[in-house]
């Protein structure tokens, strides 16, 4: 299966270890598994196995945690070659990160918010730029959700279509973060989203969040989906057309048969547009 085709996929999940015993359950079920490669470029034995056996019978994107694209130290290439070879060595389809930092002088198990400066657009483009030149194809990057601003010369939309502009890089759309941010900086969901390159949106996570107050959410991944999400997903798909959809659940971790009837909705969303999607076929990968 080439890239391009990733245009096809419906609706995905997150895999976490406590579903690899669910392999007969999900691959009737999901039409794209997501990982973060960290958690497995180095596991062998009879994990790596079981991982093995999902990555040749379902289409797989990775979705990065410690790139750290905006950090202030020089960039882990020795990481980035390892993340290239587990992503030729699995087939997956592609390889996403966060718009953030999360490194300085060691990792700080946090997605840390850059500053929406002109520098900032530089400095990010150049090692995106680095990261595509290793991996031979184009880096995709997340609009995070954040909690204050740093010394911001321009808006959270401004500053992300410039990365998208100046880096050549694509999109993954986080509804859930543009309706987490939306709250708690006041602006309008919708437009931000409507501002948004088409063309370069790869695919789309929803998640739940936790209401601390009215004007201030926090962006969790260890709750259903909030209604109020799932409408943005549904003008989302308005505006854009269907793309291929994530539910991510990081946190109190349901049963697997939960989290896919929950993934249901994004296929019940995706038919309202006269898209009708389904699991793939069981032999992704054997050609």
Known sequence: MSTADFATLGAGLGLRREMLSDYELLVGAVDFLEVAPENWMRVGGPLGAQFRRFTQDIPFVC?????????????????????????????????????????????????????????????????????????????????????????????????????????????????????????????????????????????LHIAGHYDEAPDLLVDTHGSPVKEDVWSLLDWTYEQHGVIPTLLERDFNLPTTQTLIEEMQKIREIQAKHGVTTGCVESNYGSA
Not at 137 to 162: D, G, I, K, R
Not at 186 to 192: T, V
Request: aromatic share 10%; with cysteine; net charge negative.
């Open 63 to 203: 979705h990065g945690l410690s790139l750290s694209i905006g950090g202030p130290n020089p960039l882990d290439v020795s990481f980035v070659r390892d993340v290239a070879a587990f992503l030729k060595r699995h087939n997956v389809i592609l390889y996403s990160e966060h718009l953030s930092y999360c490194s300085d002088d060691g990792h700080l198990y946090d997605l840390m918010p850059l500053p929406f400066t002109e520098e900032a657009v530089k400095y990010v483009a150049t090692r995106v730029q680095q990261v595509q030149d290793i991996l031979g194809q184009t880096l995709v990057l997340e609009n995070v959700s954040y909690y204050a601003q740093v010394t911001p010369e321009m808006t959270e939309l401004e500053f992300l279509l410039a990365v998208l502009d100046e880096a050549g890089c694509d999109l993954l759309l986080d509804v859930n973060n543009v309706y987490v941010n939306s709250v708690n900086h006041g602006y309008d969901p919708k437009a931000f989203i409507a501002h948004m390159p088409t063309e370069r949106i790869r695919y």
